[in-house]
Structures are given as C-alpha cells and as structure tokens.
C-alpha cells in the first residue's frame, strides 16, 4: 500500500464522529454542516415488505443516490413481500423519507421507522 499519503479507512458511525474528523483536518463550520450527514452511510433490513412498496422503495432511494436490494420477485411481483436492505447515507435517507411519506403500501410507516433509526439519540 502507498504510505505516501498514510490512507485510513475511518468508521464513522454517528454525527459527532464526522465531526471531530472534519473539524481535525480544518473544515469550515460551514462545510461540516453540509458534510456531515453525507459521511454517516446506514443499512437497514426490513421484512415482509410488500412487493410493490419494495419497487418504490427501491426507485426512490435509487433517485437520491441510495441503493435497495430487492428480491427478484419484484419484477414480476410474483411474490406478496420481499425482505428489502436499504443503503444509503443519512444525508439521502433524509431525501427519501418525505418523498416515501406520499406513497400507498405502508410506505408511510416504513418512513416512520427509516426517520426513527437516522436520528440519533443523545
């Protein structure tokens, strides 16, 4: 590996350690806030979602630059549900919800829950 520029993989795994990463290498105030929810990347699994709401899921993440893995099933809706896994950082979780707020199939509750989990608590 190059040891000219020292490379590090960080596990950022809340806010504050974006944070003080950002704040270390000198960042505006400014720039943080913008940044930080981008470097908070989350993947949450869901079961027993609806088929269509999956397809929704996924094109809606999709658009904001997130990523949802499906079943094949969902094409051809084949199947009722499908286990979904949802990646995406904080900062496009944040785009999805309200856009997920307005469409049908329990959509609505899977926003609630996504809402839940991003925010973090103390």
């Known amino acids: 590996m190059n040891d000219i520029f020292k490379p590090q993989i960080l596990d ?18 400014a720039g943080i806030a913008i940044m930080k929810d981008k470097a908070l990347f989350k993947v949450i699994k869901l079961t027993d979602v609806n088929s269509k709401a999956a397809n929704i899921l996924k094109q809606t993440f999709l658009s904001k630059g997130g990523e949802v893995a499906i079943s094949r ?19 496009q979780y944040k785009k999805a919800i309200p856009v997920l707020k307005m469409q049908p199939w329990k959509l609505k509750n899977i ?5 839940e989990i991003i925010t973090e608590k103390g």
């Not at 896994?85 to 904080?90: E, G, L, P, W, Y």
């Not at 926003?111 to 809402?115: F, K, S, V």
């Open 12 to 29: 950022i795994k809340t806010s504050a350690q974006a944070i003080e990463e950002m704040t270390k290498i000198d960042c505006t105030s």
């Open 73 to 91: 099933h969902c094409a051809d809706l084949s199947h009722d549900t499908s286990d979904v896994i949802i990646m995406a950082t904080v900062h």
């Open 111 to 115: 926003a609630a829950i996504l809402q």
